[in-house]
């Protein structure tokens, strides 16, 4: 498993753009499938999007697509998740996922590691 510390929530209004990160630790991190997730209060956490290990490959749930995007930088064992347009339902706590494989995953079922997450705040 990898420790992962996401960062970069907040407060926004709807419109605006955020950028969360995830820092891994360890030397392997190209080896990772990574994810975010999110969860709502009151509701359970759901799937956002997902990068292959040398970012060739992404996937994103249907209410983000076109507005959010995944990258990663191997170098800098970080992946990113820039978010565009935010509106009121994207209010969440961001999580970001981790595990070894190839391609992407979308089921949280499949990862082994998880960050703390973080608190994004959407107001309208």
């Known amino acids: 498993q990898v420790q992962l510390v996401e960062s970069g929530g907040g407060l926004v209004q709807a419109g605006d753009s955020l950028r969360l990160s995830c820092v891994a630790s360890?030397?392997?991190?190209?080896?990772?499938?990574m994810g975010w997730f999110r969860q709502a209060p009151g509701k359970e956490r759901t799937f956002v999007a997902t990068?292959?290990?040398?970012?060739?490959?992404?996937y994103y749930a249907d209410s983000v697509k076109g507005r959010f995007t995944i990258s990663r930088d191997n170098a800098k064992n970080t992946v990113y998740l820039q978010m565009n347009s935010l509106k009121s339902e994207d209010t969440a706590v961001y999580y970001c996922a981790a595990r070894v494989g190839i391609g992407v995953l979308t089921h949280e079922s499949y990862y082994d590691s998880w960050g703390q997450g973080t608190q994004v705040t959407v107001s309208s």
């Open positions: 360890g030397r392997t991190f190209s080896s990772y499938i």
């Open positions: 990068i292959a290990r040398s970012g060739e490959r992404t």
